[in-house]
Nanobody
Framework: QVQLVESGGGSVQAGGSLKLSCAAS????????MGWFRQAPGKERELVSS???????WYVDSVKGRFSISSDNTKNTVYLQMNSLKNEDTAVYYC????????WGQGTQVTVSS
């Protein structure tokens, strides 16, 4: 049984930083990689960043230069370091795994205020 558990969300002022973590059990993301999605109120869920099975990162344009994805295979955990946060980064953040992102965590709220 695959389980993904996110942590690290919270409230921060604009310009601040947060680091999200996603611990996986029952799934080794070294096989198909992992992704971080977010969903803001009234908006569709979007892929924010992903890391491939060989560690190659990808970022949506709106977070390039501010967010950094990394993984620790020994802990089967993927991280999303978020710097220079903006109000528009406010959303529920989800990690997802599987070759078609078919495994999902429960989400963690990130709130950025001015």
């Amino acid at each position: 049984q695959v389980q993904l558990v996110e942590s690290g969300g919270g409230s921060v002022q604009a310009g601040g930083s947060l680091k999200l973590s996603c611990a996986a059990s029952g799934y080794r993301f070294s096989s198909c990689g992992m992704g971080w999605f977010r969903q803001a109120p009234g908006k569709e869920r979007e892929l924010v960043s992903s890391i491939s099975s060989v560690g190659s990162p990808w970022y949506v344009d709106s977070v390039k230069g501010r967010f950094s994805i990394s993984s620790d295979n020994t802990k089967n955990t993927v991280y999303l370091q978020m710097n220079s946060l903006k109000n528009e980064d406010t959303a529920v953040y989800y990690c997802a795994g599987g070759c078609r992102f078919n495994f999902w965590g429960q989400g963690t709220q990130v709130t950025v205020s001015s």
